[in-house]
């Protein structure tokens, strides 16, 4: 029953947007909170969601708008006109978010019965919400730096006469072999976020501000992102020794392919990696793989062979998940992506899938190359566009992952499937395989390159910035102590001597656009999480790293309850339905590369491998700023004293 309340708006908001011609009202309104307290626990709950479901209408307009005006404003940098309509929709969107929260917050009796239907509705609305709030000035001032920060991620420069961006610069580094270009390009790459320094540690006091007025806890330290932290040291307790493993053997082959270039106690050089980051070394699969006499698994040439477009491997992604009876990319996924660069035009090329929140509009922005790494990255971009898809009938508020580890580990779960061995024989992508021994740890040992790098990465990357957020690493040692949790955590250094001129950090898009990263590293150890348990729903019982799913409804069942929920249960109740467990396990990751794991503790055991690294000690930074600090007081003491006499 509804009550006869009166409701009256506060402020309207009319958003006329030429390109859609939308007009879009999200009112604020004013809820008796007298009367409100005197209803019982039904009658608030049919109250409320009559309320939440014209906001669930506004907000689907507004975040079309918004989204397609973001997607619009990425293919064209240079156009300012289109940065400010975003800036313009996203101010709106925001505004109606803290709308909503206000008015959520406001069901208190609701809030606070775990057991009313509006429960976990109401949490994830205000959770939603509380994005939208702050204070305007603050807000204002936070914008501009981070489209500042943006501004310069995109910078182009010129290396060899060739103009590039971050992005394009790690395509070209995978083709490059001498380690003089390697550095070369590293170091000119790395050169890019310099300058967003000082506007990173303005950033960080400025959010520091905000919290303090908000009188929120530091980003880092909410109850939540410590138990997240304690999950995160478990699993990489679990992974580490794999990862020694894994490290010793590429430094080696590292060393055999430039001599003189490494000792075998020392990190890596990560310029050598011929990845920016040394997470994903997919281009250094033909030179380090360890039987010359096999050919690996690469896909880049068997692709060209067959005469592959960009456009056709995410067409295989998706008739993957239609084999698994999941849904199949609408018609306009397919007009209105960008699979390829477009050319002589300035755009984000970083690939990214979007959900345009109105009908099953969903949509890809990448800079495709027909290559292996490139496979991989479309299948998981794909995984994205299947989350949507599946989730497009949950109310506005519930259409989003759980957990960063879900949208980002479904489709590399599914490119563990598309990249086995058998399926690739199934395409035609792979002939001549005979899954001996020594096939197997080739191909064990490629999928190591791609997908067992990542993990310290994230874990350092995200160490760096909880740590800078906290103030327990401070601007002055930006640089010094971010390299220092590289070498502990990654085992590489870089090339060539940095110094706090540089912000190595930022050249990591993440940190250029603040985003938190640790979610790849838990999306990591998940995919094998959820491939053992799509496996062995489709009835699949040999070796986990040469399961191939194609055609399983059964798996496909089962991966519909990870997808099709979207936010509408906790992440750990979902998983729970899915996989039996509450919590993330890394036992099916070194189950998948056991049989690489004992072919590398042979190695060690033959006097064939050394494994582990020595890091520096990371506190000569801070104690010479000490040090200067003290003299300059000394001196300054002293001048006063001369002076004064
Ligand atoms: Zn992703």
Redo the contacts with the bound molecule.
């Keep these: 029953m509804i009550f006869p309340l009166v409701l009256s708006c506060l402020s309207w908001i009319l958003i006329h947007a030429q390109v859609h011609d939308d007009i879009v009202e999200c009112n604020e309104k004013i809820i008796n909170q007298s009367q409100l307290n005197a209803m019982n626990i039904n009658e608030q709950e049919t109250f409320a969601t009559t309320i939440l479901h014209e906001y669930n209408l506004n907000l689907t307009t507004l975040a079309y708008i918004t989204s397609s005006s973001e997607f619009e404003s990425q293919l064209y940098l240079n156009d300012t006109n289109r940065r400010r309509t975003m800036e313009k929709y996203y101010e709106v969107y925001r505004n109606c978010l803290k709308s909503i929260a206000t008015v959520a917050r406001r069901f208190n009796k609701l809030i606070t019965n775990e057991n009313s239907s509006l429960y976990w509705l109401l949490q994830r609305t205000q959770a939603i919400g509380d994005a939208g709030e702050n204070d305007p000035l603050i807000k204002l001032r936070l914008q501009k730096l981070k489209s500042h920060i943006k501004e310069i991620y995109h910078r182009k420069f010129i290396w060899n006469n060739t103009k590039l961006g971050i992005d394009e610069a790690q395509e070209l580094l995978g083709k490059l072999n001498s380690p003089a270009d390697l550095l070369s390009l590293w170091n000119a790459t790395y050169e890019v976020a310099a300058p967003m320094r000082d506007y990173y540690s303005t950033l960080i006091a400025v959010q520091h501000e905000q919290a303090k007025q908000n009188r929120t806890n530091e980003k880092s330290d909410t109850p939540a992102n410590l138990e997240e932290r304690r999950i995160v040291e478990q699993l990489w307790q679990e992974l580490k020794p794999l990862h020694e493993l894994i490290h010793a053997y590429i430094r080696k082959q590292i060393a055999r392919l430039y001599p003189g270039l490494i000792e075998f106690d020392q990190p890596i050089p990560v310029h050598l990696t011929k990845d920016l980051f040394g997470l994903m070394m997919t281009h250094l699969e033909r030179d380090v793989l360890p039987f010359s006499h096999i050919s690996g698994i690469d896909l880049g040439p068997a692709m060209k062979r067959k005469n592959f477009t960009e456009e056709e491997i995410f067409r295989y992604a998706d008739e993957f998940f239609v084999s698994l009876n999941l849904t199949r990319a609408p018609d306009s996924f397919w007009n209105l992506s960008v699979f390829k660069r477009i050319p002589n035009h300035h755009m984000a090329c970083h ?1 990214t ?1 979007f959900d345009l929140y109105k009908y099953d509009d969903v949509r890809i922005r990448m800079c495709t190359s027909i290559t292996s790494r490139d496979f991989y990255i479309v299948h ?2 794909m ?2 566009i299947q989350h949507y898809l599946q989730y497009h009938q949950q109310p506005f508020w519930f259409r989003r992952s759980p957990h960063g580890a879900f ?2 580990g479904i ?1 590399d779960a599914i490119a563990l499937a598309t990249m086995s061995p058998a399926h690739l024989k199934r395409i035609g992508l792979l002939e001549n395989y005979k899954f001996t021994k020594e096939e197997n740890i080739q191909f064990l040992l490629s999928q190591a390159l791609t997908r067992l790098f990542l993990p310290p990465y994230a874990y350092a990357l995200d160490i760096w910035r909880w740590s800078v957020y906290n103030g327990s690493i401070q601007p002055f040692e930006y640089n010094k102590r971010y390299w220092d949790l590289i070498c502990r955590y990654q085992g590489m250094k870089p090339g060539m001597p940095r110094n706090e001129r540089y912000f190595d950090a930022g050249t990591k898009l993440h940190v250029a656009f603040d985003l938190s990263y640790i979610k790849y590293f838990l999306a990591h150890v998940f995919q094998f999480q959820i491939f053992d348990v799509l496996c062995r729903e489709a009835g699949y019982e040999g070796p986990l790293h040469l399961c191939d799913l194609h055609g399983s409804k059964a798996a496909g069942r089962k991966l519909k309850i990870l997808l099709g929920l979207g936010s509408s249960k906790s992440w750990e109740d979902i998983l729970e339905e899915f996989a039996g467990v509450r919590t993330f396990s890394a036992q099916p990751c070194l189950k998948y590369f056991q049989p690489l794991r004992e072919y590398l503790e042979e190695l060690v055991a033959n006097d064939q491998l050394q494994v582990g690294w020595k890091c520096q000690s990371n506190r000569s930074s801070r104690k010479q700023f000490q040090m200067n600090f003290v003299g300059y007081i000394v001196i300054l003491y002293s001048m006063f004293y001369f002076l004064l006499e």
Excluded: L
Aim: glycine share 22%; aromatic share 0%; charged share 20%.
């Design positions: 690939p899938a998981h971009e995984g994205h949208s980002e489709g």
